[in-house]
């Protein structure tokens, strides 16, 4: 899992370290009127490489509503537009968890795990506020779309689908 901020000071440092097409996709989203984007799913390509693009109007909400998820075709590039914040959890994928709702094979890429309390004090977290992105990988679990102390909030995400093959 990798977690910056496209209006750091540091962006252009840390998106050097990334994969071509994960770099030059938080370049091309960095560019973007994502406010005003129409919300749903799209197909792009960036430098080359076909990806997907969801909008999202969403609404948080807390931790215990929300199953964990992974996916093993797409790198999830996730990037917070607006309102929240959007409280984001992650954990190493180490093959114990029990699986909910499997869609791996379909269009979506995703399966759910169970929701289990005892994975909370394996969980990272990361606030997600305007110009926030999170990169999840195929092994990071994550529970994206939790509310902070304030209770639930409305956001807007972008989520970038970049191949897996692509990165490697």
């Known amino acids: 899992m990798i977690y910056g901020n496209i209006n750091n000071e540091f962006f252009e440092q840390q998106a050097a370290v990334l994969p071509k097409p994960l770099k030059e996709a938080l370049h091309c989203l960095r560019d973007m009127d994502l406010a005003g984007h129409e919300t749903g799913a799209f197909p792009v390509e960036i430098a080359g490489v076909p990806m997907i693009l969801q909008v999202m109007d969403l609404e948080t909400s807390p931790r215990e509503t929300k199953d964990p998820e992974i996916h093993r075709k797409y790198v999830d590039l996730q990037l ?89």
């Open 80 to 168: 917070f537009v607006s309102g929240g914040p959007e409280v984001s959890t992650f954990f190493t994928d180490r093959g114990e968890e029990k699986v909910k709702d499997d869609q791996l094979n379909t269009a979506r890429d995703i399966l759910f795990y169970e929701n289990r309390a005892e994975t909370a004090p394996l969980e990272g977290r990361v606030v997600m506020t305007p110009g926030a992105y999170a990169i999840y990988f195929p092994w990071d679990v994550h529970v994206p779309g939790q509310c902070d102390a304030g209770g639930p909030a409305a956001y807007r995400k972008i989520v970038l689908k970049v191949p897996v093959a692509a990165c490697v």
